[in-house]
């Protein structure tokens, strides 16, 4: 009995520290959220760098 | 006091438990990366708290701190924590050397700047960030309402510029775009690649949001000083108060402890490789 509360206590541990099975959140929204924030940092970069190279008058 | 004005009042209650939560990280595990965000983090502190001050009146060492700290150093300084905790190369003491003599030297150039500031033009009913820069009026375009014109010689051409606190040609403002970008791309794309190798690996979903939640926020105060370059200065503080709430709370989501399957020594940090 307490082997049996034993292992389905980890399984539940496991999983907490598990990106969840076919989750809609992880699985499409994440990397989503990922490539449209890395476009927007490289946007924000080269505004940066045409300030510093006059393209971008301030 | 509009709402706009408030704003940062707000933003320097939440950095200031922020900078303190994590400098005590620092003093505990004395890890470089902590105090590394630490300090960067206290520098967006002052910035914030300069534009609460400057929202009720003048003061030019106030405005010296709001500029270097709040718009020009901060985002490179937590950024470069973000470095430290994704490599342990050596090369990373050389990048400390060049962010420090940096930093120094555009504190120099700022300082050089004190004697020349537009001091009349200041009003504590306009943000700060609308009223800091001179602007030239492109030929046709007119200027805003209520707003203080001048013509000048600039670069050897004759000018109708906007009147800002820091007149034209200003060298510091030179060195903003060197921070913001390597700031933008070690903090941002440090917690992007953070969570990218967390949800690659399937492990730790606490790190995952917790790394989109401070990407997130360091792109949003970035967003809202291009705008402010720009001349939508307006945006500012509200994009420095997303920012703040978001990397705030994306650092406690990550930093929770996850329950594991053998017991061992609780470790916490934002991400590791």
């Known amino acids: 009995m307490d082997e049996a509360n034993r292992q389905e206590r980890m399984s539940a541990l496991r999983q907490k520290s598990h990106i969840p099975q076919q989750s809609m959140f992880f699985e499409k929204i994440v990397p989503l959220l990922l490539i449209v924030m ?21 | 006091m509009s ?24 003093f505990v595990r004395r890890a470089p990366y902590f105090l590394f965000w630490g300090i960067g983090l206290a520098m967006f502190g002052v910035g914030s708290f300069a534009e609460a001050y400057l929202s009720l009146t003048w003061n030019k060492w106030v405005f010296f701190a709001w500029y270097l700290f709040g718009a020009a150093l901060n985002a490179g300084w937590i950024g470069h924590g973000t470095l430290y905790l994704l490599t342990r190369k050596k090369w990373v003491h050389g990048v400390t050397a060049l962010l420090i003599l ?7 150039l700022m300082l050089q700047a004190m004697p020349k500031l537009d001091e009349a033009v200041f009003t504590p009913k306009k943000l700060i960030s609308e009223q800091y820069g001179t602007k030239v009026l492109e030929p046709g375009e007119t200027p805003p309402a209520g707003a203080q014109t001048q013509t000048t010689t600039y670069r050897g051409e004759q000018v109708t510029a906007v009147r800002g606190i820091l007149p034209l040609g200003t060298s510091v403002r030179l060195t903003t775009p060197f921070f913001n970008i390597y700031g933008l791309l ?3 794309g440090g917690a992007i690649w953070s969570a990218y190798l967390f949800w690659r690996k399937r492990v730790l979903p606490n790190r995952v949001i917790g790394n989109v939640l401070i990407a997130a926020g360091a792109l949003s105060i970035g967003f809202a000083s291009t705008l402010t370059r720009l001349g939508y200065g307006q945006l500012l503080y509200i994009g420095e108060l997303i920012a703040a709430v978001l990397m705030f709370a994306g650092f406690l989501t990550a930093a929770r402890p ?5 017991p061992q020594p609780v470790k916490v940090a934002l991400a590791v490789k």
């Not at chain 2, 408030?6 to 939560?21: D, Q």
């Open chain 2, 258 to 262: 996850q329950p594991t399957e053998e």
């Open chain 1, 38 to 58: 890395g476009i927007i940092m490289a946007g924000l970069v080269l505004f940066a760098a045409g300030v510093l190279l006059g393209i971008v008058r301030f």
């Open chain 2, 102 to 108: 940096g930093s120094l030297y555009a504190g120099y």
């Open chain 2, 3 to 26: 709402v706009n004005q408030l704003l940062p009042f707000f933003s320097t209650a939440i950095m200031l438990v922020f900078t303190v939560y994590v400098l005590q990280r620092y």
């Open chain 2, 186 to 188: 070690t903090l941002v």
